[in-house]
Structure formats: structure tokens, C-alpha cells
């Protein structure tokens, strides 16, 4: 693994900071790199009983809390798919969904699992403006919201990371490397300079 894993600071988002951006925390954070994990939805929204009612939580709730609200509402059904299994894997990284929006820390990279989540992170950026000019390059890759295509986008992410990591000069190679990521890949992936 490359030295530089620890240097660059990493952020993935998706809506709820429940699965695409738990599964890439996942496993980037096995793999050694510095990384926290972000949702920037207003509330947290998972699977219901029916599409027309799903479970909503507030940012803050903990990943045990919305857990154990879950097994006492019908433990089977959240077993069966899946979400109960999920939350089990986040509350072992982490207490409880974070938003973006709320966060001071700076990071190198962002990387958000859906074009909207990728909007709002602009949008957060041009309402706070900039202070410190400190770069920051945000990327979308569209992972849609299931396990197995959240276990994919994780490696794919991952892969990514690695390119970062291996580059000398990142600021000036990214758009270099973004395509050849995107052509090898075959997903296209948004790509932005802010300043923090």
C-alpha cells in the first residue's frame, strides 16, 4: 500500500450516510485511508413497509437507535432486507449518520455516490463561500442505492483513491486520471474544483 494512503482526506456521501457511503467507509477505512462518511438529505430515510412509508429518522439519531426502532417495529421484514444487517456494519464504524452540511473539517476529496447528493455539496459551498482557499475536488460517480451496487461502488471508489494516492501532483493529473477512470469503469463521473 502506498504511503501517501493517510495524507490525502477523504469524504463519501450519498443522501442518508446509511449504505453507498457506509459501504465505501467501509472499506476504504480497512484499506487504511483517512475517511469519514457524510449524508446531506434533510432526514434520514430508509425502507418502509411500503414505498409510500418509509422509516424517517433526524440527522443525530443513532445507527442503534434506528436499529432497535426497526426490530420492534417487525424484526423479519428489516432482517429479510437487508436493513438491519446494514446497520449492524455502520454502528461498528460509527455512532450515528452524519450530514455534511454540519461538519468544520476540510477535506482533499469528496466523493458523493449521486448526482443530486453531488448538487447539494455544490450548493453548500456556494452558500458558506469560501474562506481559507483551501482546494477541494468533488466527484460523483452514480451508485444506485442497493447493497450489491453499494459493494461495487465501494470498490470502485476504492480503486479511484488508489490513482489519487499513486499520483505525484493530483491538482494538476486529476482530470488525467478521472478519464482513464471513467473509460475503464464505464460510468461518467462529475467532476469540481471548490475552495474551502
Known amino acids: 500500500m502506498n504511503n501517501n494512503c493517510s495524507q490525502l482526506c477523504l469524504a463519501v456521501v450519498c443522501s442518508s450516510n446509511m449504505n453507498r457511503s457506509m459501504e465505501a467507509h467501509a472499506r476504504l477505512q480497512k484499506k487504511g485511508?483517512?475517511?469519514?462518511s457524510?449524508?446531506?438529505?434533510?432526514?434520514?430515510?430508509?425502507?418502509?413497509?411500503?414505498?409510500?412509508?418509509?422509516?424517517?429518522?433526524?440527522?443525530?439519531?443513532?445507527?442503534?437507535?434506528?436499529?432497535?426502532?426497526?426490530a420492534k417495529k417487525d424484526k423479519v421484514m428489516y432482517k429479510q432486507n437487508g436493513i438491519l444487517h446494514m446497520?449492524?456494519?455502520?454502528?461498528?464504524?460509527k455512532p450515528r449518520p452524519d450530514r455534511l452540511q454540519d461538519t468544520e473539517k476540510q477535506f482533499d476529496v469528496i466523493m458523493t455516490a449521486e448526482e443530486r447528493v453531488y448538487d447539494q455539496v455544490l450548493e453548500h459551498f456556494e452558500q458558506r463561500g469560501s474562506k481559507d482557499d483551501q482546494l477541494v475536488h468533488v466527484i460523483n460517480m452514480d451508485i444506485q442505492d442497493n447493497q450489491e451496487e453499494a459493494t461495487i461502488g465501494a470498490f470502485l471508489f476504492h480503486e479511484l483513491v488508489q490513482m489519487f494516492t499513486e499520483s505525484l501532483d493530483l491538482d494538476n493529473e486529476i482530470d488525467e486520471l478521472l478519464q482513464e477512470f471513467e473509460m475503464k469503469c464505464k460510468r461518467p463521473i462529475l467532476h469540481s474544483v471548490l475552495f474551502y
Open 33 to 36: 485511508y483517512n475517511v469519514l
Open 87 to 93: 446497520l449492524d456494519r455502520n454502528r461498528i464504524i
Open 38 to 70: 457524510f449524508g446531506t438529505g434533510d432526514k434520514i430515510k430508509l425502507p418502509g413497509p411500503s414505498v409510500n412509508q418509509p422509516n424517517v429518522y433526524e440527522f443525530g439519531t443513532s445507527y442503534e437507535e434506528i436499529y432497535q426502532d426497526l
